[in-house]
């Protein structure tokens, strides 16, 4: 759920984004869903919203996403296109195999693209060690 003093702005960022569609029947509160209909993520209206200064000031970031991507040029460049705010770019994509940018959506709030990360299966077989460890 994101706070934003301009849902529309808000939702329409996220879901050109996330590649769903923004559901807006009620102007004090839009879903982001996918192509199957799925709940993606939440905006709501916060008419005195301040956006966090990141990284470490007053206030301070209320959420922060990693969005790990193939192809981290084009997806840099598309939410700068959208929007976004560059925050932290002192990684190239064109120069590192593992990186991240950091931005700020238009309601102020930062995320991260990422890139060079492990695959999913890596991640599942990383975790269930963890937990077979665990128990």
């Not at 299966?121 to 990383?126: A, E, F, G, K, Q």
């Amino acid at each position: 759920m994101f706070d934003a003093a301009d849902v529309h702005v808000e939702s329409a960022f996220w879901a050109e984004v996330l590649d769903g569609a923004v559901v807006d029947d009620d102007p004090r509160f839009h879903c982001v869903v996918d192509a199957d209909s799925t709940w993606l993520i939440g905006v709501q209206h916060a008419p005195d919203h301040t956006p966090p200064d990141w990284p470490h000031g007053t206030p301070g970031q209320q959420i922060h996403l990693d969005l790990h991507v193939d192809d981290p040029t084009a997806a840099c460049a598309c939410v700068i296109e959208l929007g976004a705010r560059p925050l932290f770019v002192d990684h190239d994509p064109t120069e590192q195999e593992v990186g991240f940018q950091v931005f700020a959506d238009p309601a102020g709030h930062p995320f991260c693209i990422g890139w060079g990360h492990p695959d999913d299966d890596t991640i599942r077989h990383h975790v269930s060690d963890l937990i077979e460890t665990t128990e």
